[in-house]
């Protein structure tokens, strides 16, 4: 008899065909302008879910040199140049968030440190980047005592120059801190805080500048919190809130978030609003006006690169990075992603660039006071757009 078998041969069709249609999300609660990507990173070498979160590294003398480190949250971290082709892969275990700070000072260490949560030793995991050689070389493990550490941030205190990174738990909203310290020329950690934001929360993001850092409550709201321990003891832990999914301008979940940083001072956070595939635009500065909503369409044909849809993680920069990211840029994880724009065909996941001044067009935010002309000069342009091979 082979009904059997052919039963579930169909069954596996259905399904697989299913995978192939993007799930329903509901539209943006505010209008929502639509920008298209510059450029998408290579996708992950794994199926399913497997990009999670980016970091931007700018390169501080050639910023077209700089790089995105992205999560594969079934294998490690990825390093990428701008163009999107993979410059180095580290396959340390499942890391999930990711964050990084530059020229860092701890004891006698001095350069560029980078850390994710690993859900497979359910530990904080901080390497080296070296940004030249495009390569991360492992440091420093931390236990987190988490069941599944899940969401990831690090902050530095401008004042002090302490440096230190949040994680939280994936199931519960616990958040705790941990201050990097030296440990003889090596580098260890010690825990300085621990709170709960209510409910399930991943997507951090820390203002250095401000002492400021951002929670998102996935299906509550977005919170600003004091960074320093210090301070956030003084004014036992109190929180200001940003926006709400009940009555405010997102919709659940509230996955990743970060801050973008203008020369002047001033900047916004920006949150991906995943429930309704689209981001928002807040001040950066209290109290957090809402400033306004986008969406990732896809590309022109000819270049190729599908919209984005149930975004994860994001990161910003506001330093110029020449050329089209002369005011900065945007990255963010396509959790649904396609090759090419017909949508005939799923891909495996991959992270998307769009220039800032795209978004900040769109939006009709204010320009940038002052624009980096002698960094345009050797960054890349835009893209040309040559056929895609079928």
Known sequence: MITRPVALMAVAAVFLAGCEQKPPRVAPKDPAVTVTSSAETAVMPDAEDAADDPAIWVHPTQPERSLIVGTNKQRGLVVYRLDGTEVSKRDDGKMN??????????????????AATNRT??????????????????????????????????????????????????NDGMVGQWRITANGTALDAEQVRNFNVGSQAEGCAADDENGVLIVNEEDVAIYAYAADPEVAQANNNARQTIDTVANGHLTADAEGVTVLKSADGGGYIIASSQGSNSYNVYDRAAPHAFRGAFQIGPTSEVLGIDGVEETDGVDATGTSLGGIYSEG???????????????????????????????????KLPAPAVADATRAETAPEAPVETARPD
């Open 97 to 114: 968030n990711v964050d990084l700070r530059q020229n860092v000072t701890v004891g006698d260490f001095h350069g560029d440190l980078v």
């Open 329 to 363: 840029l945007f990255v963010a994880q396509d959790g649904f992603n396609y090759d090419g724009i017909k949508e005939e065909k799923r891909a495996h996941q991959n992270f998307k660039l769009v220039p800032w001044s795209q978004i900040r067009e769109g939006l």
């Open 121 to 170: 030793d359910k530990s904080i995991a901080v390497y080296t980047l070296d940004g030249d050689a495009g390569t991360l070389t492992p440091v420093l493990s931390i236990p987190t005592g988490f069941e599944d550490p899940y969401g990831l941030c690090m902050y530095r205190n401008v004042t002090s120059g302490d440096v230190y990174v949040f994680a939280n738990n994936s």
